[in-house]
């Protein structure tokens, strides 16, 4: 018995076969290639007739969707949405303790000796929080959506740019609960994006310790949260109590569409809102 080739296997996953498939064995060359012929074609028809749909109707990709009706929930409930720098310096990465030798260190993408293409949304909403706190009256929420750029090995839920959701909420009453406070920010923007099955876990970080994640039905990250006071807080200026959580968007595409690939959620030239252009 044979089974598909590499070559196969390969233009049929990323035309969306299902992975079950992909293991079938056949008696000879002739009758698997017979197979893949007929399998490439009604996927391509399939991806066609989804191209077909999406010019007619949505007409731009799921994540930007999904990022407007987020930022949509989290300003209907008091939340500020900021729009800080992409480019941060090496300084602002230092006081999140990212120093140099660091895990994440190796991980950021640096411009030059000082300047450096933002790994995460939190110096640049430490520093917001910061600024807006002197001004604004408690409690203060505050939220970005944007890319954030890390260089770790790419693979089906990692990319070297994606795109960030940071919420934070600073000054909660005395009294509150901050994991319940937590669990309900991310209830928002999980119900909002329509995820079942999603739990929260204990997990640690490198640069918060100890964490509590969101995480889907099959167990992928969706975010990380944090709480302060934090040892943090002081090189920044912040003395009161927060909580907040990073959301991954693609991630939560792949979450929300059943989408397996990262590939196909994010940034990309060979996909289109997930559609293989190549057909
Ligand atoms: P992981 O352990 O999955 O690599 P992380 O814990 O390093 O993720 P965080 O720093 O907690 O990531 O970032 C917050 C969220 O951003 C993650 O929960 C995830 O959804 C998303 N994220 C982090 N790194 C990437 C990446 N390289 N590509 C896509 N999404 C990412
Ligand atoms: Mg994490």
Known sequence: MIQFTEEQRHRLAELGAEAAGLDAAFEDAAQRNRAFQQWESRLVAGQQQRLEQWCAERRRPFILELEERLAVALRAEGFLQMHTPLIISRARLEKMGVFSGSIMEKQVFWLDDRRCLRPMLAPNLYECMRELGRLRPRPLRLFEVGPCFRR??????????????????????????????????????????????????????????????????????LAS????????????????????????????????????NMARAGRSLAYINGIRLHL
């Open 225 to 260: 949260s944090a709480v302060g006071p934090h040892p943090l807080d002081a090189p920044w200026g912040i003395m009161e109590n927060w909580v907040g959580i990073g959301f991954g968007l693609e991630r939560l595409c792949m979450a929300a569409t059943g989408e397996s």
């Open 152 to 221: 770790e090995t790419q693979g089906q839920r990692h990319a070297n740019e994606f795109t960030m959701l940071n919420l934070v909420e600073m000054g909660v009453p005395e009294g509150e609960d901050l994991r319940e406070r937590l669990l309900r920010w991310g209830r928002l923007v999980l119900d909002t994006a329509g995820i079942a099955g999603w739990r929260m876990v204990g997990e640690e970080s490198s640069v918060y310790g100890e964490t509590d994640d969101f995480v889907d039905a099959n167990g992928m990250e």
